[in-house]
């Protein structure tokens, strides 16, 4: 069989939720969803609408993701992958993502980081005036920059003792991926946790922009030359964390690391429901930076269209997890290959970034 990474995968996908409790950190909730290979008996079920899985967001407002709600889950061992959503996001903002590496056979968990949550900042807006609105983005941040990649520690130790709700043989080295403040834990991560071989990066957070903070920028210690792959995925026309800004972060990365740029895309084409995301972001109440960011975003109708963002992070980054964690030979060769052709043949244009020489 040829491997094609952006077709979904052989298993039906299985979806769980749990709460679980950090005691040191005084009792820290982490909201996880865990997305796992299912039974061959729930083929079809993840992906028909009679079937899969509904969530709410905002209350009441049910939306789907394409897996099977407490299905039973296929054995074997897997290779453990953790996703960190953005800021203001929540742990199914990307299942489009989270979803297809489970029917490539990944365990894949991803976390609420309380206090930076959608309901988190919404709950925050109802309390407070918008002129009283942190201006300072360092001031919003708040613990955010430390507690985060604490969950992500957190989460892969649980899943290392067996006490995640679906326990599973895991593969001894672990994935992380992010995107935007989500990048910039998993990139944080990296630095301090010998289990992460792996990283996929999508949009993050941590470089010169608008939004950029030197705490943020500290964390960042990339000590991890030789033990971690670092793939960057980023949008052309990201208002919130701009090109440039991915680009530093990239020529900062220790070998082996690799960037590639979706044209004409913005900030929301790697979550779910890019579309309407991406609306929401230009009609919400401006204020402070946000006031100015918003002057510069475009309606979606001049981007490309939202499978375009889907199509190029769920190959690429299910292609580099398989080539790191498994050492799967198709999917080293594919990206050792013209991966910029690759994706123009399936009618999504894409460039590689390429490391600047050191100087001598």
């Given amino acids: 069989m040829t491997y094609d990474p952006f077709a979904r995968g052989p298993y039906p996908v299985g979806v769980r939720s749990a709460e679980l409790t950090d005691n040191e950190r005084d009792g820290r909730s982490v909201p996880i969803e865990l997305w796992y290979p299912a039974?061959?008996?729930?083929?079809?079920e993840d992906?028909?609408?009679a079937t899969q899985d509904l969530y709410a967001v905002f209350g009441a407002h049910q939306v789907r993701q394409d897996a099977v709600r407490d299905a039973e889950a296929a054995q074997g061992a897997r290779s453990l992958v953790v996703f960190s959503h953005g800021m203001?996001?929540?742990?199914?903002?990307?299942?489009?993502?989270c979803t297809h590496l489970a029917s490539h056979g990944f365990l894949v968990i991803s976390p609420d980081h309380g206090g930076s949550t959608l309901s988190d900042l919404l709950a925050l807006a109802l309390r407070v005036k918008p002129d009283s609105v942190p201006r300072d983005i360092k001031q919003l941040l708040g613990s955010y920059v430390t507690d985060r990649?604490?969950?992500?520690?957190?989460l892969i130790e649980t899943a290392f003792s067996g006490a995640l709700p679906l326990?599973?043989?895991l593969l001894s080295e672990v994935g992380v991926a992010g995107h935007s403040f989500?990048?910039?834990t998993a990139l944080a991560v990296a630095s301090r946790n010998e289990r992460v071989h792996a990283v996929v990066a999508l949009a993050p957070a941590g470089g010169a922009g608008p939004l950029s903070m030197p705490g943020l920028r500290r964390e960042l210690t990339f000590a991890f030359a030789g033990r971690v792959a670092t793939l960057y995925l980023a949008a052309e026309r990201d208002t919130l964390l701009p090109l440039a800004g991915v680009e530093e972060l990239f020529q900062l990365t220790p070998e082996p690391a690799r960037m590639f740029v979706l044209p004409d895309s913005d900030h929301m084409h790697f979550c779910d429901r890019a579309e309407s995301s991406h609306e929401f972001l230009r009609g919400i109440p401006k204020f402070g930076i946000f006031s100015e960011i918003a002057k510069s975003l475009p309606p979606f109708s001049e981007l490309v269209p939202a499978a375009h963002g889907y199509s190029f992070a769920q190959a690429l980054g299910l292609a580099h997890f398989d080539a790191v964690l498994r050492q799967n030979d198709e999917a080293k060769a594919l990206l050792a290959s013209d991966v910029v052709a690759l994706c123009g043949a399936r009618g999504?244009?894409?460039r590689a970034s390429a490391?600047?020489?050191?100087a001598p």
């Fill in 47 to 49: 992906v028909a609408e």
């Fill in 39 to 44: 039974s061959p008996r729930h083929r079809g």
């Fill in 88 to 97: 203001a996001g929540h742990r199914r903002q990307s299942t489009f993502f």
């Fill in 348 to 350: 999504i244009a894409i």
């Fill in 149 to 154: 990649p604490r969950d992500v520690d957190f």
């Fill in 355 to 358: 490391k600047r020489a050191s």
């Fill in 182 to 184: 989500g990048g910039f």
């Fill in 167 to 169: 326990p599973c043989p």
